[in-house]
T-cell receptor, first 114, second 111 residues
Framework: EAGVTQFPSHSVIEKGQTVTLRCDPI?????LYWYRRVMGKEIKFLLH????????ESGMPNNRFLAERTGGTYSTLKVQPAELEDSGVYFC????????????FGEGSWLTVV | QKEVEQNSGPLSVPEGAIASLNCTYS??????FFWYRQYSGKSPELIMF????GDKEDGRFTAQLNKASQYVSLLIRDSQPSDSATYLC???????????FGQGTELSVKP
């Protein structure tokens, strides 16, 4: 069974450009989470979807970040316009409803804004 | 003030020894505690979680929780070079809620 997959694995963009990160959770996992780790810092929560609904978006840093999960399957995280401080690793994770203790992470999308 | 603190290391132990990884947290309302392992460039992998005070064992791994001291640890017995990785401690306030991570401790097991 495929794990959590993320695209692209690496992205280098210029300040002011737009980047869209995609996450495909494990099949059947209605919980989908986005986290990110910026250089030298801990992994921080961004938001949590249950199916297509945003359950908690308290970690989204500002309105330059937009997450969607249309149809409750894959999710996208768009950063527009990107700033230098957005550089880091963006992790997607998923879990089954009722089994939120067992969260599976993807390998992350490495974003560098120059 | 950081909510979850870990010694960043690196912690170096010889092969076959016990590695002890420590984590403290600031919120007394935290309910669930997790240990993840992350190899460089890879995804964090769940090792185990613990809810109650005391020890929880899974193979060579033992998690220890002391809520009064707001302290959780992970012991790795018979450490192997393949255990060399960054170990992440995370806490959660409520069922299904977000994980709060520490910065991670880098462990190096020397052959």
């Amino acid at each position: 069974e495929a794990g959590v997959t993320q695209f692209p694995s690496h992205s280098v963009i210029e300040k002011g450009q737009t980047v869209t990160l995609r996450c495909d959770p494990i099949s059947g996992h209605d919980n989908l989470y986005w986290y990110r780790r910026v250089m030298g810092k801990e992994i921080k929560f961004l938001l949590h979807f249950v199916k297509e609904s945003k359950q908690d978006e308290s970690g989204m840093p500002n309105n330059r970040f937009l997450a969607e999960r249309t149809g409750g399957t894959y999710s996208t995280l768009k950063v527009q316009p990107a700033e230098l401080e957005d550089s880091g690793v963006y992790f997607c994770a998923s879990s089954q409803v009722g089994a939120e203790d067992t969260i599976y992470f993807g390998e992350g999308s490495w974003l560098t804004v120059v | 003030q950081k909510e979850v603190e870990q010694n960043s290391g690196p912690l170096s132990v010889p092969e076959g020894a016990i590695a002890s990884l420590n984590c403290t947290y600031s919120d007394r309302g935290s309910q669930s505690f997790f240990w993840y392992r992350q190899y460089s460039g890879k995804s964090p992998e769940l090792i185990m979680f613990i809810y109650s005070n005391g020890d929880k064992e899974d193979g060579r791994f033992t998690a220890q929780l002391n809520k009064a001291s707001q302290y959780v640890s992970l012991l790795i017995r018979d450490s192997q070079p393949s255990d060399s990785a960054t170990y992440l401690c995370a806490v959660r306030w409520n069922q299904g809620g977000k994980l709060i991570f520490g910065q991670g401790t880098e462990l190096s097991v020397k052959p």
